[in-house]
């Protein structure tokens, strides 16, 4: 690789939708594998794994806002729709999945401000193939917490977008409702656009019509409406969905469909939703300029934000302690 270019891919921007800020408790933080607790730097797993192997496995991010484990009902309901897609037995219940969650949050002292990724692979393997029936025992599931809250620049001056030429797949290629390990084509998108000097790629699907960005869920105004993509060829994101089901609670209108690059251009804002953001607003794409955090990008980010904050069933409350 040019000596550019990786000096481009070294350096981690302030502006990124995955940036936060530094924390070094999380150098301590303790990590669930498998059954035990672990502390970070010993928190391993098998080079046989088939998650390791060939991406065989699905997974969760989850945020942690003031006691509440924000949609955890949303995200634990999508890891196991994942699941059972690719005939992966996870071994547990619903509810000792999400007590994995809960109890890595309270073995680390956590109660606000904190992230975790939950990951379940089909488990290790007899050798290192594609073949599932090679598994020689049960899954293998991680969850990695940590102090986690994004940095202020991303907020503040929006993202640049870059459209990529890798394209997001339809469901007979790789349907991207499966939140899969499985992410090479995202990585080639973003690294096309981090050497484009953006923070993220904007993807098209198949037909040319916008679909996603590389790791969170795009939205556009125009004209006073909220607009997405059809949902066909983006993530399932649990985010997206809550955005739309607010705006329209509130009387946004919302159309979610087919729209081009030439319509994203002229667009009056924009901004990407995600678990660990919520809403970050985008100050330009390919290049044009738009206004990062307008009026109404503002008002569902305020909505967004009164949601989390609230005591709705659909998050998870921890206990008082372990």
């Avoid at 949902?231 to 081009?260: H, K, M, Q, S, W």
Wanted: charged fraction near 20%; hydrophobic fraction near 40%; charge should be neutral.
């Amino acid at each position: 690789m040019p000596a550019q270019a990786d000096s481009a891919l070294s350096k981690i921007s302030k502006t990124s939708s995955q940036a936060y800020t530094p924390d070094d408790r999380n150098d301590a933080v303790l990590v669930y594998v498998n059954g035990n607790f672990v502390p970070r730097h010993q928190a391993t797993v098998s080079v046989f794994d088939a998650g390791y192997v060939c991406g065989d496995g699905v997974w969760e991010g989850v945020r942690l806002v003031d006691g509440r484990i924000v949609s955890f009902d949303a995200h634990i309901d999508r890891l196991w729709e994942g699941a059972q897609s690719i005939s992966l037995d996870i071994g547990m219940t619903k509810d000792q999945i999400k007590k994995v969650v809960i109890d890595t949050f309270l073995r680390n002292g956590m109660r606000d401000g904190a992230h975790a990724r939950l990951m379940v692979t089909r488990g290790v393997k007899k050798t290192p193939n594609q073949d599932p029936r090679f598994i020689i025992g049960s899954a293998t599931i991680v969850c990695v917490a940590e102090h986690k809250v994004v940095t202020p620049e991303a907020k503040q001056k929006g993202l640049k977008l870059f459209t990529s030429t890798f394209r997001c797949s339809g469901p007979d290629v790789f349907d991207l409702r499966l939140n899969s390990h499985s992410r090479l084509n995202f990585i080639q998108a973003l690294i096309q656009a981090i050497q484009a000097g953006a923070d993220e790629a904007l993807m098209l699907d198949p037909n040319g019509f916008v679909a996603s960005c590389n790791s969170t869920n795009f939205f556009i105004v125009r004209n006073g409406a909220l607009w997405t993509s059809s949902g066909r060829y983006c993530f399932n994101g649990i985010t997206r969905a809550t955005i739309a089901r607010l705006a329209r609670e509130a009387g946004i209108p919302v159309f979610e469909g087919d729209f081009t690059l030439a319509e994203v251009y002229a667009a009056d804002e924009a901004f990407v939703t995600g678990t660990l953001a919520g809403i970050t607003p985008v100050q330009a794409v390919d290049g044009r300029a738009l206004v990062p955090g307008g009026p109404l990008t503002q008002r569902l980010d305020a909505l967004y934000r009164a949601y989390i904050a609230s005591a709705t069933e659909a998050h998870g409350m921890l206990p008082a302690a372990l």
